[in-house]
């Protein structure tokens, strides 16, 4: 069971990035997802969730109306477009999978998790 983040790189303040999160060894297509970020020396945060059928999303204040979280299940997939980037978002990005339907903003209530792929915004 993995769970691949990619998309990561560097970009300019204002510019955009889509990340992705491909799912492998099972079908996650009835599980929610999410994206947490952690920059250096902070604590990793909630970004945005996604219920299992993408019907449902919520977002933390700091993305809302920049951010757009969305999933295809056919290809097990789930993605994270970031628009209007700011350096402040700079982090390393972490999508993760929870077997439930619903979505959550809390890091514990996941059970799978990638590897993360890294976001730098300069300003």
């Known amino acids: 069971v993995q769970l691949q983040a990619s998309g990561g790189g560097l970009v300019q303040a204002g510019g955009s990035l889509r990340l992705s999160c491909a799912a492998s060894?099972?079908?996650?297509?009835?599980?929610?997802k999410g994206w947490f970020r952690q920059a250096p020396g902070k604590e990793r945060e909630f970004v945005a969730s996604?219920?299992?059928?993408?019907?449902?999303?919520y977002y933390a204040d700091s993305v809302k109306g920049r951010f757009t979280i969305s999933r295809d299940n056919a290809l097990n997939t789930v993605y994270l477009q970031m628009n209007s980037l700011k350096p402040e978002d700079t982090a390393v990005y972490y999508c993760?999978?929870?077997?439930?339907?619903?979505?959550?903003?809390?890091?514990?209530?996941?059970?799978?998790w990638g590897q993360g792929t890294l976001v730098t915004v300069s300003s």
């Open positions: 060894g099972r079908t996650f297509s009835s599980y929610a």
């Open positions: 996604i219920n299992w059928n993408g019907g449902s999303t």
């Open positions: 993760a999978a929870r077997r439930r339907y619903d979505y959550n903003s809390n890091a514990h209530g996941y059970d799978y």
